[in-house]
Structures are given as structure tokens and as C-alpha cells.
């Protein structure tokens, strides 16, 4: 199957649920093929990767889905309509810096390390609700999602995990108020998107399954 041909078969299978075609590794004449496609959202890990790229890339939705350092915030903020990795409050806080430097207000998701998992970035289950309590002041940006990566496992053993992500989606939607307007939630990948869905993700990221293996 051509990179056209994954995309449309995604996109037709998922529906309403959004995709994001994560772009890592791929170059842009691959990455033009998923927007040739129908693919309107793209997801990047690294901020100096898609920099290298983005001139070369149409129009389209440019998410980060990978960790940002504090130095490399300002420029994400230049060049993404929406940081879905917002895993900590410092970084919250330099990016509403950053924004209000430039004037934008920039949309974010929050992070939740649904596995409570030492390793991974993310607010952990428990710190979610008061993250939000703080990040209600930063008025330069504006929460419209939540993303989470469940533990390494199988699709199946994931679901728990999509689940439990799923309710705490469902929780702090009644704190939506001001800068405050979660909607999306970001959950699965190639190996279990259709769990995710199954559990409620409004919102998808595929790399592999559109674009093959990834060469790193
Ligand atoms: C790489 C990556 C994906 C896509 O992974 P695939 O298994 O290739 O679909 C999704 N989300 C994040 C945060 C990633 O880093």
C-alpha cells in the first residue's frame, strides 16, 4: 500500500475521530503524499526536526507531540497552532510567556501520564485536576485537549488505560470555563487506535500504519 493509499483507508475508517499524521523521521515529499491524501493534521516530536522541514510542507494543522525543552519553547510557539505535550507546569508557564511575546494565544493539550509510569513525561492522574487550577491564570493559553501514551503493552491491555483516560476527560470538561475548553481528547496509535476509539478518543495519531517503519 502507497502512503495516498493508508491515508484514505484511515481516514474513511476513522469518521468523525480526527487523525494526525505523525510525520517523525519521514521527509516531506512522503509527508506531502498524506496531505495529497486528505490528511489535514500533522503531528512532530521535535522542534529543530520539523524547523528543517516545515517550508517545504502545504497548509495544514501543525501539532508537537513530543516533550519540549524550556529552551526550545519559543520556537515551538512560532511554529505550532497546537502543543499537544504540555506535561509540566513550567513548560505551561514559558509558553504563556513565550505567546504573550509574540502576541499569539497559543492552544495546548495537557499530557496525562495515564500509567502514572516514573520514566514518562505528563501530569500524573492524580496532579491533573490541581495543573489546571494553576493554569486557569495563564491567560496566553488556551486548554482545548488532553493527549495521553499508555504504557507499552498490548492494544487489549491498553484499553484499561484508555478508559480511566476517558473519565478523567469526561471530569475536567466541567471545569471548561475561560482559557479553559477541553474538547479533543488525543489517545492511540498504530498498534491500538481502534481501542481508543472504542473507548473514546476524538483524536488519533498514526505514523507507521501510514507511512511504514520508521528508518531512525
Ligand atoms: C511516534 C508517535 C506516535 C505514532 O506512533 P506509531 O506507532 O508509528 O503510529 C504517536 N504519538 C506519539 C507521541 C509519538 O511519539
Same mark, same amino acid.
Given at each position: 500500500?502507497?502512503?495516498?493509499?493508508? +491515508?484514505?483507508?484511515? *481516514?474513511?475508517?476513522?469518521g468523525e475521530?480526527?487523525?494526525?499524521?505523525? +510525520?517523525?523521521t519521514v521527509? +516531506?515529499?512522503?509527508i506531502?503524499?498524506?496531505?495529497?491524501?486528505?490528511? +489535514?493534521?500533522?503531528?512532530?516530536?521535535?522542534?529543530?526536526?520539523?524547523?528543517e522541514? &516545515?517550508d &517545504?510542507?502545504?497548509? &495544514?494543522?501543525?501539532? *508537537?507531540?513530543?516533550? *519540549?525543552?524550556?529552551?526550545k519553547v519559543?520556537r515551538a510557539?512560532e *511554529?505550532f497552532?497546537?502543543?499537544?505535550?504540555?506535561?509540566?507546569?513550567?513548560?505551561?508557564?514559558?509558553?504563556?510567556?513565550?505567546?504573550?511575546?509574540?502576541?499569539k494565544?497559543?492552544?495546548?493539550?495537557?499530557?496525562?501520564?495515564i500509567?502514572n509510569?516514573?520514566?514518562?513525561?505528563?501530569?500524573?492522574?492524580?496532579?491533573?485536576?490541581?495543573?489546571?487550577k494553576?493554569?486557569?491564570?495563564l491567560?496566553?493559553?488556551?486548554?482545548?485537549?488532553?493527549?495521553c501514551?499508555?504504557?507499552y503493552?498490548?492494544?487489549?491491555?491498553?484499553?484499561?488505560y484508555?478508559?480511566?483516560?476517558?473519565?478523567?476527560?469526561?471530569?475536567l470538561?466541567?471545569e471548561?470555563?475561560?482559557?479553559?475548553?477541553?474538547?479533543?481528547l488525543?489517545?492511540?496509535?498504530?498498534?491500538d487506535?481502534?481501542?481508543?476509539?472504542?473507548?473514546?478518543?476524538?483524536?488519533?495519531r498514526?505514523?507507521?500504519?501510514?507511512?511504514?517503519?520508521?528508518?531512525?
Amino acid at each position: 500500500m502507497t502512503i495516498e493509499e493508508n +491515508t484514505k483507508a484511515i *481516514l474513511e475508517e476513522l469518521g468523525e475521530v480526527k487523525l494526525v499524521s505523525v +510525520t517523525k523521521t519521514v521527509d +516531506t515529499d512522503r509527508i506531502n503524499q498524506s496531505i495529497k491524501a486528505g490528511a +489535514t493534521i500533522i503531528g512532530e516530536n521535535r522542534v529543530q526536526e520539523f524547523d528543517e522541514k &516545515c517550508d &517545504c510542507i502545504p497548509p &495544514c494543522e501543525k501539532h *508537537l507531540i513530543g516533550h *519540549l525543552q524550556t529552551n526550545k519553547v519559543r520556537r515551538a510557539v512560532e *511554529l505550532f497552532d497546537v502543543i499537544q505535550s504540555v506535561d509540566s507546569l513550567k513548560v505551561a508557564e514559558e509558553i504563556d510567556k513565550r505567546a504573550g511575546e509574540i502576541g499569539k494565544v497559543q492552544k495546548v493539550f495537557l499530557q496525562v501520564n495515564i500509567g502514572n509510569e516514573p520514566q514518562k513525561y505528563g501530569f500524573g492522574t492524580d496532579e491533573i485536576a490541581d495543573a489546571i487550577k494553576d493554569i486557569r491564570i495563564l491567560s496566553n493559553i488556551h486548554v482545548i485537549g488532553l493527549m495521553c501514551i499508555p504504557p507499552y503493552v498490548s492494544a487489549e491491555e491498553a484499553r484499561p488505560y484508555f478508559r480511566k483516560m476517558k473519565s478523567i476527560f469526561d471530569e475536567l470538561k466541567q471545569e471548561n470555563q475561560g482559557n479553559i475548553a477541553i474538547q479533543e481528547l488525543s489517545m492511540g496509535m498504530s498498534g491500538d487506535y481502534k481501542v481508543a476509539i472504542e473507548e473514546g478518543a476524538t483524536m488519533v495519531r498514526i505514523g507507521s500504519g501510514i507511512f511504514g517503519k520508521r528508518d531512525y
